[in-house]
């Protein structure tokens, strides 16, 4: 028997850019051909493929025949730590979950925003999702290297009106403008070239920014209600082929996504409160939620709730969780996975407890203290250096990686992605299971058969999943269908609907009367449309 490939171990020395994500993908399908394929999306606004790995045993069943699993990371550029989490995730389950692949089929979106994520990556550039440039508007500031040394950083000037100064404290940060500030006093910018400057001082900062999680279905709103909204829903092509996706896969069962932000577990809704969803619902999501931070040591937040303590409410539109909840009818979840805040010791509610600038300010120092004293880390900050611009004459560049800023280090990540992996785990395993038990078939008279068959749920979760799922057509009712083969059904009913099935004890006994030739063989087939629950086929033959 030909020795297995060993699967490759995935780097934690840096964040991973385009080809690297490609080159690992590909390094797992090699070692594990038969339970991984690599397939795409489609491909990005800048013609960049979306990779989509598909992992399940398919010795043991088609995908689209299984409950499944999908997981997508890097919706926003720079967190890219979530690129990583994915990745892992994929890797242990072809190394550790041989039973699980058997039943689930997980489809993993490890770089949703290819486009974004290459920019941030290389160029240390801050993007949400994107920022339209295609249509420039003078007296516009557009990100572009403009020192050559393959960065997009920041630019400070000094000027009357600068509204940053120098930290007292450390000189490398830059602080709010007081009263009693003693200069230099400094603009700042992004590192670029303004369109069409006339010389003014109102300078524009960027172009159109757009945030790919407010450009869900469920509750879209327009820009300006919604800040980076987009046009309408799935306007952006990315999260068209994602919305596609989503929509054809009636056996999708959960979802999960990954983000940077204050360590968190973030569940539903996304606007409004608890008592918008069924009461039964937010039990069973809170369950969930609360052993994913068991996994992980991350508070649960209601995306709701996931804010300072001194502000209202969030209220995000069209965004991932309340589409998932009150379109897909399923239940999701995100992780945030921290930022260089986190890695430094600043914790989810010392970062939610920051009430004013000077509070930040001094989070800030606690990271560049904690950055000074770490070794063979990857370049957090760039100094600021003189440059002399081709517009805005002398200029100083530098200030903070931005992916660097916005993630959790890579050391930090590894133990995180221990955790959320577990929780993948735990949450595959509440799966609905649709499975056919005591076939059974007499003889009854001649060449008249009676079939009888139990089809059942065992799984944990209901083929519904959610009780807001029982209502929506996109998630099927369970269907039996018998086929005869060159036999006659003599029931009234060669096809049943039987509604959705409950979680372990969900089962309908069901009963044929086919007539059929003499001699051995196939009275039909026995097929099971169990959407969520997964799909079957039974071929029926004649007793003994």
């Given at each position: 028997?030909?020795?297995?490939?060993?699967?490759?171990?995935?780097?934690?020395?840096?964040?991973?850019?385009?080809?690297?994500?490609?080159?690992?993908?590909?390094?797992?399908?090699?070692?594990?051909?038969?339970?991984?394929?690599?397939?795409?999306?489609?491909?990005?606004?800048?013609?960049?493929?979306?990779?989509?790995?598909?992992?399940?045993?398919?010795?043991?069943?088609?995908?689209?025949?299984?409950?499944?699993?999908?997981?997508?990371?890097?919706?926003?550029?720079?967190?890219?730590?979530?690129?990583?989490?994915?990745?892992?995730?994929?890797?242990?389950?072809?190394?550790?979950?041989?039973?699980?692949?058997?039943?689930?089929?997980?489809?993993?979106?490890?770089?949703?925003?290819?486009?974004?994520?290459?920019?941030?990556?290389?160029?240390?550039?801050?993007?949400?999702?994107?920022?339209?440039?295609?249509?420039?508007?003078?007296?516009?500031?557009?990100?572009?290297?403009?020192?050559?040394?393959?960065?997009?950083?920041?630019?400070?000037?000094?000027?009357?009106?600068?509204?940053?100064?120098?930290?007292?404290?450390?000189?490398?940060?830059?602080?709010?403008?007081?009263?009693?500030?003693?200069?230099?006093?400094?603009?700042?910018?992004?590192?670029?070239?303004?369109?069409?400057?006339?010389?003014?001082?109102?300078?524009?900062?960027?172009?159109?920014?757009?945030?790919?999680?407010?450009?869900?279905?469920?509750?879209?709103?327009?820009?300006?209600?919604?800040?980076?909204?987009?046009?309408?829903?799935?306007?952006?092509?990315?999260?068209?082929?994602?919305?596609?996706?989503?929509?054809?896969?009636?056996?999708?069962?959960?979802?999960?996504?990954?983000?940077?932000?204050?360590?968190?577990?973030?569940?539903?809704?996304?606007?409004?409160?608890?008592?918008?969803?069924?009461?039964?619902?937010?039990?069973?999501?809170?369950?969930?939620?609360?052993?994913?931070?068991?996994?992980?040591?991350?508070?649960?937040?209601?995306?709701?709730?996931?804010?300072?303590?001194?502000?209202?409410?969030?209220?995000?539109?069209?965004?991932?969780?309340?589409?998932c909840y009150h379109h897909l009818g399923l239940f999701a979840f995100e992780f945030e996975l921290g930022t260089i805040k986190d890695s430094a010791g600043i914790?989810?509610?010392e970062q939610f407890e920051v009430f004013t600038e000077d509070d930040a300010d001094e989070q800030m120092?606690?990271?560049?203290?904690?950055?000074?004293?770490?070794?063979?880390?990857?370049?957090?900050?760039?100094?600021?250096?003189?440059?002399?611009?081709?517009?805005?004459?002398?200029?100083?560049?530098?200030?903070?990686?931005?992916?660097?800023?916005?993630?959790?280090?890579?050391?930090?990540?590894?133990?995180?992605?221990?955790?959320?992996?577990?929780?993948?785990?735990?949450?595959?395993?509440?799966?609905?299971?649709?499975?056919?038990?005591?076939?059974?078939?007499?003889?009854?008279?001649?060449?008249?058969?009676?079939?009888?068959?139990?089809?059942?749920?065992?799984?944990?979760?209901?083929?519904?999943?959610?009780?807001?799922?029982?209502?929506?057509?996109?998630?099927?009712?369970?269907?039996?269908?018998?086929?005869?083969?060159?036999?006659?059904?003599?029931?009234?009913?060669?096809?049943?609907?039987?509604?959705?099935?409950?979680?372990?004890?969900?089962?309908?006994?069901?009963?044929?009367?086919?007539?059929?030739?003499?001699?051995?063989?196939?009275?039909?087939?026995?097929?099971?449309?169990?959407?969520?629950?997964?799909?079957?086929?039974?071929?029926?033959?004649?007793?003994?």
């Open positions: 028997m030909p020795r297995r490939k060993a699967l490759p171990t995935l780097s934690f020395r840096h964040f991973l850019n385009g080809q690297e994500v490609a080159g690992f993908l590909q390094k797992l399908v090699a070692a594990r051909p038969e339970k991984c394929r690599l397939e795409t999306l489609g491909a990005s606004r800048q013609g960049r493929d979306i990779p989509l790995l598909v992992v399940t045993d398919f010795a043991a069943g088609a995908p689209e025949d299984k409950p499944a699993y999908l997981i997508q990371a890097n919706i926003h550029a720079t967190e890219v730590a979530g690129t990583h989490m994915a990745l892992y995730t994929a890797r242990q389950l072809l190394a550790e979950q041989d039973d699980l692949l058997q039943q689930v089929a997980f489809y993993i979106v490890p770089r949703l925003n290819p486009d974004g994520a290459e920019y941030a990556v290389n160029t240390g550039g801050r993007v949400r999702s994107r920022i339209k440039v295609d249509e420039p508007v003078p007296n516009n500031l557009y990100p572009e290297d403009v020192d050559g040394d393959g960065l997009i950083l920041t630019m400070r000037q000094e000027h009357a009106n600068g509204t940053f100064v120098a930290d007292p404290q450390d000189g490398r940060l830059l602080v709010r403008r007081r009263v009693d500030s003693v200069g230099p006093f400094y603009r700042v910018l992004p590192e670029g070239y303004i369109h069409q400057w006339d010389g003014g001082e109102n300078i524009g900062t960027g172009g159109r920014s757009f945030d790919w999680n407010r450009n869900w279905s469920y509750d879209w709103r327009p820009e300006p209600e919604q800040h980076g909204a987009g046009d309408f829903p799935f306007s952006e092509i990315e999260m068209h082929h994602l919305g596609t996706f989503l929509h054809s896969r009636p056996n999708l069962f959960g979802l999960l996504g990954y983000h940077t932000g204050p360590a968190a577990v973030l569940r539903p809704p996304s606007t409004g409160a608890d008592s918008d969803l069924d009461e039964a619902d937010v039990h069973v999501m809170e369950e969930l939620a609360n052993s994913a931070s068991e996994a992980t040591g991350f508070p649960v937040v209601p995306v709701v709730k996931y804010h300072r303590l001194w502000q209202r409410d969030n209220n995000l539109r069209g965004h991932f969780h309340n589409f914790d989810t509610d120092r606690q990271v560049m203290q904690w950055w000074d004293q770490q070794k063979a880390w990857e370049t957090l900050f760039r100094p600021w250096k003189k440059f002399q611009h081709p517009q805005l004459g002398e200029v100083e560049v530098g200030s903070f990686l931005a992916h660097h800023l916005a993630n959790p280090t890579l050391s930090s990540l590894q133990g995180i992605a221990r955790g959320t992996y577990q929780f993948t785990v735990e949450h595959a395993q509440q799966h609905p299971r649709v499975v056919l038990e005591d076939l059974q078939v007499e003889a009854v008279g001649d060449k008249v058969y009676r079939i009888r068959v139990r089809v059942a749920n065992r799984g944990v979760l209901p083929t519904h999943v959610t009780n807001k799922g029982k209502g929506l057509r996109r998630l099927p009712p369970v269907r039996v269908e018998f086929h005869a083969a060159k036999s006659i059904v003599l029931s009234q009913r060669a096809h049943h609907e039987l509604g959705h099935l409950a979680g372990v004890t969900g089962g309908k006994l069901l009963e044929w009367f086919v007539e059929a030739g003499r001699g051995k063989g196939a009275i039909g087939e026995i097929c099971v449309y169990g959407g969520t629950g997964g799909n079957l086929r039974q071929v029926v033959e004649k007793p003994s």
